[in-house]
């Protein structure tokens, strides 16, 4: 697996990380196979500065893009710096690692105030790429907040993966699982087996490492609603 993480690439009025991130994507999935797109977010608080909600992305490739990850961070420099908005202060964070430490930096991220110093000083503990694109370059905080969040298996959304970005309408659980979805679960964990999904705005949750559709059932409609989980 190959962890590409992405921040503070925008600002208002422009498209965000997340649209970045699946513009990013298509550049890369005719070489590699995609394992999707998550989104993190982090820490919600008027001393940190952000757009608009503070989340960041990060893109997952598998079958053996770590071993082009140097051509890849290369790919993805160049790319994020062709599209800098000004005003923005992006991070780029490339690694087919994730050791515990940038997991807990994540976890971290999301609940209290981290510094440029201290995402530089654990990257570059681990030999991880890190790299500020412009402005403050606090978009490195998110960036390697990002991967760490990823690879710890348990958080985040997706808001790409497989064709479940293709679905809408009523859909059969049937369709979310060919489309991508691993699993079809309440909040509890009980898995949900039957019945029909309101698939608009679909944007399963990292659980397990898996992407995995959180549902609640509606009275009103007769069907499924999907939860969007951080």
């Known amino acids: 697996m190959l962890y590409i993480g ?3 690439t925008d600002i208002l009025g422009t498209p965000g990380t997340g649209r970045l991130a699946r513009d990013m994507a298509t550049l890369l999935a005719g070489e590699y196979a995609m394992g999707g797109i998550v989104r993190q977010q982090l820490f919600y608080d008027p001393r940190v500065p952000f757009t608009k909600n503070n989340s960041s992305a990060c893109i997952l490739l598998e079958n053996g893009a770590s071993a082009h990850a140097g051509a890849i961070a290369e790919r ?3 790319f994020m710096r062709e599209h800098f ?3 923005s202060d992006p991070g780029l964070c490339v690694s087919a690692v994730a050791p515990p430490e940038c997991i807990a930096f994540g976890h971290r991220a999301q609940r209290e105030l981290v510094t440029q110093a201290e995402a530089r000083a654990l990257a570059a503990a681990h030999g991880i790429y890190l790299e500020g694109l412009g402005g403050t370059e606090d978009g490195v905080i998110g960036a390697l907040a990002a991967i760490g969040l990823t690879a710890s298996g348990d958080d985040g959304r997706y808001i790409l993966v497989g064709r479940s970005r293709e679905l809408h309408g009523l859909q059969p659980m049937t369709a979310l699982l060919e489309a991508g979805i691993a699993a079809v679960q309440l909040e509890s964990g009980e898995p ?3 019945g029909w ?5 679909l944007r399963p949750a990292r659980r397990g490492g898996r992407p995995v ?5 509606s009275v009103e409609d007769r069907c499924w609603l999907p ?4």
């Open 213 to 217: 559709a959180v549902v609640t059932w």
């Open 192 to 194: 949900v087996t039957e």
């Open 76 to 78: 993805v420099r160049t």
């Open 197 to 201: 999904v309101l698939a608009d705005l």
């Open 227 to 230: 939860l969007k989980l951080d």
């Open 6 to 8: 992405l921040d503070d």
């Open 85 to 87: 908005q000004p005003g």
